[in-house]
């Protein structure tokens, strides 16, 4: 069975920074990709970031630049998502997924949630102005 664990979320101030974590169980990262994604209740689910076992990366356009994500070296399995100055419309569920990767794909599609089938629970992240 697969289970996706985010943690790391919480409340800070714009202009702040918050790294969120990820673990994966039952499914081996070397096999495929993982990612992050941000919800807001009742719109879509969109793409931020996306990684594989070998540290190769996409960005959705609003990350770059801000949002940093890596494997973490320490914790098999994991990866962790560096987010940088934080503003208020970064505030949003923020989960993560695990499945196959996409890279032959679009680069719109890479980040697309159809393509990734397990989910974790996710995170809070709210920034203050």
């Known amino acids: 069975q697969v289970q996706v664990v985010e943690s790391g979320g919480g409340s800070v101030q714009a202009g702040g920074s918050l790294t969120l974590s990820c673990s994966v169980s039952?499914?081996?990262?070397?096999?495929?990709?993982m990612a992050w994604f941000r919800q807001v209740p009742g719109k879509q689910r969109e793409g931020v970031a996306v990684i594989d076992s070998d540290g190769n990366s996409a960005y959705a356009e609003s990350a770059k630049g801000r949002f940093s994500v890596s494997k973490d070296n320490a914790k098999k399995n994991t990866i962790l998502l560096q987010m940088n100055s934080l503003k208020p419309e970064d505030t949003d569920m923020y989960y993560c997924?695990?499945?196959?990767?996409?890279?032959?794909?679009?680069?719109?599609?890479?980040?697309?949630?159809?393509?990734?089938?397990?989910w974790g629970q996710g995170t809070q992240v709210t920034v203050s102005s």
């Open positions: 997924s695990i499945d196959l990767c996409g890279w032959a794909l679009s680069p719109a599609d890479i980040l697309s949630p159809n393509g990734f089938g397990y």
């Open positions: 039952g499914y081996r990262f070397s096999s495929g990709c």
